[in-house]
Structure formats: structure tokens, C-alpha cells
């Protein structure tokens, strides 16, 4: 409920949270780059958590690269924990013409 009032304060359709974590994750898996764990509040999708939200894992991936946070083209989102139905998201970003970069399924689901 807090999560509904914040995005209608803000007009955003939901909120997605994330933290950086270590080079395994919690289920001791070796990861291919930059992990993270994430966890997804849409705000009218008649749910209330998502397990698994491949375009926000994408988006996350190429924001943190576009705005200079991080420099890898792969990264591990992990997602559904706190939930009990885990997800691993694997995103590969792939360097278009000047700045930009487009993420691409690493078939990690």
C-alpha cells in the first residue's frame, strides 16, 4: 500500500528497487557479471510483487551503464526472493553507434 501512494504521488505506474550483491548470489551460483537483487511493486497489475520483470532488469542494466555507475555488458538480476519463486535475469548489453546500448536476453530466466 505505501508502494501505491508513493507511485501516485510521483504519477509512475510502479516502483522497481534494486541493490548490488556479491559475486554469487545467496544460493552460492557464480555469476557471469555485475549482480543485483531486485524487486518489482507494479502498481495496478492486480498483483502485488512480480517474480521475474525482464524489461525493468534491462532497463536497470543500461541505466547504470548509460549513466557511468557501472562499465560490464553483463549483468545478473535477481529477483522473486522475498517472495519464494527466485529469478535470475541475465541482461547482455550490446554497444550501438555513440553512446548507446541496447540490453539483450542472456537466457538466464
Known sequence: EKFCRLCESIDSTGIYIYAKIGDADARGEETKGLSFEARQFPKSSGYGEDPATGIAAGA???????????????????????????????????????????AVDDNKI
Open 60 to 102: 536497470l542494466a543500461a541505466s547504470l551503464h548509460k549513466r557511468g555507475i557501472t562499465r560490464n555488458d553483463f549483468y545478473d538480476i535477481f529477483q522473486g526472493t522475498a517472495m519464494g519463486k527466485p529469478s535470475r535475469i541475465g541482461v547482455k548489453l550490446q554497444h550501438c553507434q555513440g553512446d548507446s546500448v541496447q
